[in-house]
């Protein structure tokens, strides 16, 4: 699908396709890269298997689109989205995990373009929310977002549990109580 961003930048270049899993290899390098600019690139473990597995496997978890200019094939950014489900409106959402556009694409719609595409694919999926995340210190993202009308949840803190507190709350004692009660 060739896309035009609503900013009049020309984009008949641009074209947005779901990823295949030939794709995987030049994915993981785009979450490097948007990794190394949130400074966060030592946090980043992830394996060309392990995308494979999550994004093409028995049961995906996510999915991707991929912007790339035409008719070269390279690739400008991608859009790492899940969905997920609003009981308050009782219908499902998408979740933007990763939206990123290579530095020396940057400024010119690419990013406008792949959140249009997003926003079109929840639409079509009638979807009543499309939500991301973005670091406090990313000024010229949180300016960007705005500007295309998105609006901060400012009385909504996120939180996660990963690593080692995951494991522990997922194998608590919580679990072992119940589990001994079980045994009596």
Not at 71 to 85: D, K, T
Not at 140 to 158: C, H, Q, S
Request: aromatic letters at 10%; charged letters at 20%.
């Amino acid at each position: 699908m060739l896309l035009s961003a609503p900013s009049g930048k020309a984009m008949s270049n641009l074209e947005i396709t779901p990823a295949t899993p030939a794709d995987v290899p030049v994915i993981l390098q785009l979450i490097r890269e948007l990794a190394e600019f949130e400074r966060l690139l030592d946090q980043v473990t992830a394996t060309e298997a392990q995308l494979h597995e999550g994004l093409f496997g028995p049961k995906p978890s996510a999915e991707v689109i991929m912007g790339r200019l035409h008719p070269s094939g390279e690739v400008v950014g991608f859009a790492l989205f899940f969905h997920n489900f609003s009981t308050f409106l009782a219908r499902p959402g998408i979740y933007l995990e990763d939206l990123y556009v290579r530095q020396k694409y940057r400024g010119q719609g690419y990013g406008e373009a792949l959140l249009m595409r997003l926003a079109q694919l929840a639409l079509e999926r009638k979807c009543g929310r499309l939500e991301w995340s973005v670091l406090d210190w990313n000024h010229r993202a949180i300016d960007f977002y705005k500007a295309l009308g998105a609006v901060p949840m400012n009385e909504w803190t996120m939180y996660r549990v990963t690593g080692a507190a995951l494991e522990r709350l997922g194998g608590g004692a919580a679990i072992e109580s119940a589990n001994d009660s079980d045994r009596k």
